[in-house]
């Protein structure tokens, strides 16, 4: 399973584990440890994930971080957990405090659902008070994906992150100086544009006039671009609506089947696709979802079926081709599918032959 794919599966299991979280220790264990282990270190290893792990301040002795992600025998990110229903607003100042007696390049603060990433842009060896990089778990976006890589194990790179720290910075600060000033325009904002279109004067008068206005040329602005977007992801979704018109027959006795794909199903497509990944292109793994049962196929081929998901049942089952025989196999929980990796392998293998 690629990166992308495990930090999509941790958001899916958050939001279900969440009602059972009533603690901040819970919340560690069931979300922040996961996470790190995505980032690819060893969260059983202290040489890698120092847990508790002493910054001493000043007089005050015996002051602990929750982690501290090593590198070369020095932590070089400390993270500060808390609770999920925690606001992390009131928590910068502890890990403020933190930060500047230990060789940490960053801090992470986190709740296991918002991430809040920190270094020292405006001073060098204290923390900012505003994070360069945050994003939401649950609403997590492909470029903060991106972003987020970086701080990989394999990818890790001080320096790196540094460099491009700053303009992720001003980037966010940009983005919400945008937002307010197209929610209610301000006078240097609205004379900026206002100037470049009427050739008079720019008195109050003039300025308060063209306030409305401007507002509304941005709403317009960006409701015709959400538009075209959405019109063009329309065409491409009944081009391959058409085109999977012509490979699937239709059920005559039931052609109205309201089908819908859950989330449990999703997760299974997941789990097989990062078992198979080791041997094939990804994208040639796909899945169809029917009314009864949940199929995943190769190169999008219901004659080249790798697997049969029944998750909408009391008896949760995974069917499999073994020996040219379809074999039910009952399973207690989605993550049982790794037992079956050797046959869905062997199973793709013979596939790609044909």
Request: glycine share 2%; net charge negative.
């Amino acid at each position: 399973m690629d990166f992308k794919d495990q930090i999509l599966q941790l958001a899916l299991r958050a939001e279900k584990m969440l009602p059972q979280l009533q603690t901040e220790e819970a919340t560690k264990n069931a979300l922040i440890m996961p996470f790190i282990q995505i980032m690819g270190y060893d969260v059983f290893n202290p040489f890698e994930v120092n847990p508790e792990y002493i910054a001493d301040i000043g007089i005050k002795k015996g002051e602990k971080v929750d982690y501290a992600i090593m590198k070369d025998g020095e932590p070089a990110i400390l993270i500060e957990c808390k609770h999920h229903l925690e606001n992390l607003d009131p928590h910068n100042s502890q890990l403020f405090r933190y930060f500047h007696t230990t060789k940490a390049k960053f801090g992470l603060l986190s709740n296991g659902m918002t991430y809040r990433f920190y270094t020292d842009l405006v001073e060098k060896n204290k923390m900012d008070t505003t994070p360069f990089f945050e994003f939401k778990l649950t609403e997590i976006k492909d470029v903060e994906i991106a972003e987020l890589r970086k701080f990989h194990k394999s990818y890790f790179d001080v320096e790196n992150i540094t460099n491009t720290a700053s303009e992720l910075k001003y980037l966010n600060e940009f983005k919400n100086i945008l937002t307010k000033e197209m929610d209610s325009p301000s006078e240097n904002f609205v004379a900026f544009f206002t100037k470049q279109v009427y050739p008079g004067v720019l008195t109050a008068k003039i300025k308060e006039q063209f306030q409305p206005i401007v507002k509304r040329s941005f709403n317009q602005l960006i409701n015709d671009t959400i538009n075209e977007r959405l019109k063009s992801a329309l065409n491409q979704e009944k081009q391959k609506d058409a085109q999977e018109a012509a490979k699937i027959e239709v059920v005559p006795d039931n052609p109205s089947a309201n089908i819908v794909t859950t989330e449990e199903e999703l997760e299974g497509f997941y789990i097989v696709k990062s078992i198979l990944r080791q041997i094939i292109d990804a994208k040639r793994i796909t899945y169809r979802d029917a009314q009864s049962y949940f199929a995943i196929l190769l190169d999008d081929n219901n004659r080249k079926t790798i697997c049969r998901l029944y998750l909408n049942t009391k008896k949760l089952l995974v069917v499999l081709d073994e020996n040219k025989k379809e074999i039910k196999h009952e399973i207690s929980g989605i993550d049982e599918i790794f037992k079956y990796s050797d046959v869905l392998v062997k199973t793709v293998e013979k596939l790609d032959k044909k």
